[in-house]
């Protein structure tokens, strides 16, 4: 009589299924976690430290009004602008910018880095040309941007997509190089291939390498807003920050420095929340 069969089923690989207590949002043993409120007030701290650093150095006319307003000259334009409906414009000019330019680059840059990542010969093609081309700094594609595109905002938008292009393919890249190759086969064994496998199998395994890298695309598309704001604009915290430079505003420079910091701040907070919901769902 012979002896049953062991079930060696296995259900489809998923990246959660292999990872380990931390990826799978676990807390590490040992370690107390924080309450949200403590971290939040323990966040704040150190901005308002320099805040009050600030007023005391403007109080104790360590520099005059021009070089360095109080921060209440700074919230006096903030209000200007406000009562004016000119911040609100700069603001939402701006984000929309950024936005627009951040979803372009770190398509394409997904869309990259898994070809340079997961193709050998690719990597040998095309991987050298895109290294040398990160290196270009972001004020150097101004004015063929205007040669080629002009002044509107398509050069703007693709301008901040250049440099939200870079970080994404880097990581997503160098992370898919990574991957276990005895998860892919496992994948594969199931039948999963292309497009396929790399949506349901490798793109979970190198989940926080991709949120790395849209954070720091993010944070990259901020930085060239102000250079794709150099474009012939006439409005946008860009060229808010230029137009105050030249005019000896340091109030409303000081205001648009502020509104950047900020404006990267919530929009990283928000991908961080993307995050959260997208280890949920693989978990």
């Known amino acids: 009589?012979?002896?049953?069969?062991?079930?060696?089923?296995?259900?489809?690989?998923?990246?959660?299924?292999?990872?380990?207590?931390a990826a799978r949002g676990a807390?590490?043993?040992?370690?107390?976690?924080?309450?949200r409120g403590l971290r939040w007030a323990a966040g704040l701290?150190?901005?308002l430290l320099l805040l009050a650093l600030w007023q005391v150095t403007t109080a104790l006319g360590v520099f005059t009004p021009v070089q360095l307003p109080p921060p209440a000259d700074v919230l006096a334009a903030g209000v200007e602008l406000l009562r004016r409906g000119q911040l609100g414009t700069h603001v939402w000019i701006s984000t929309q910018r950024v936005l627009l330019g951040f979803l372009l680059g770190a398509v394409v840059g997904l869309a990259a880095g898994a070809l340079v990542g997961l193709s050998r010969l690719s990597s040998l093609l095309f991987a050298p040309?895109?290294?040398?081309?990160?290196?270009?700094?972001?004020?150097?594609w101004v004015p063929l941007l205007l040669l080629w595109i002009g002044i509107g905002e398509n050069s703007k938008v693709l301008l901040i997509a250049i440099g939200a292009f870079f970080p994404v393919y880097t990581t997503v890249a160098l992370a898919l190089r990574h991957v276990d190759p005895h998860l892919v086969e496992a994948g594969r064994a199931f039948g999963y291939g292309g497009v396929r496998l790399l949506l349901t199998v490798q793109l979970p395994a190198i989940l926080p390498a991709v949120v790395s890298g849209l954070r720091l695309a993010l944070a990259q598309a901020w930085l060239f807003l102000v250079?794709?704001?150099?474009?012939?604009?006439?409005?946008?915290?860009?060229?808010?920050l230029i137009d105050s430079q030249n005019n000896g505003r340091t109030d409303r420079l000081l205001l648009a420095i502020v509104l950047l910091a900020i404006l990267g701040k919530v929009t990283d907070a928000v991908l961080g929340l993307a995050q959260r919901a997208a280890e949920r769902t693989w978990a």
């Open 129 to 140: 040309t895109i290294g040398a081309f990160r290196a270009v700094p972001s004020l150097a």
């Open 227 to 240: 250079a794709a704001e150099l474009l012939a604009s006439s409005m946008g915290l860009g060229f808010l």
């Open 45 to 47: 701290v150190v901005p």
């Open 27 to 35: 807390s590490t043993p040992g370690r107390r976690r924080i309450p």
């Open 1 to 21: 009589m012979s002896s049953p069969v062991p079930d060696t089923r296995v259900d489809a690989p998923t990246a959660a299924s292999t990872a380990g207590p």
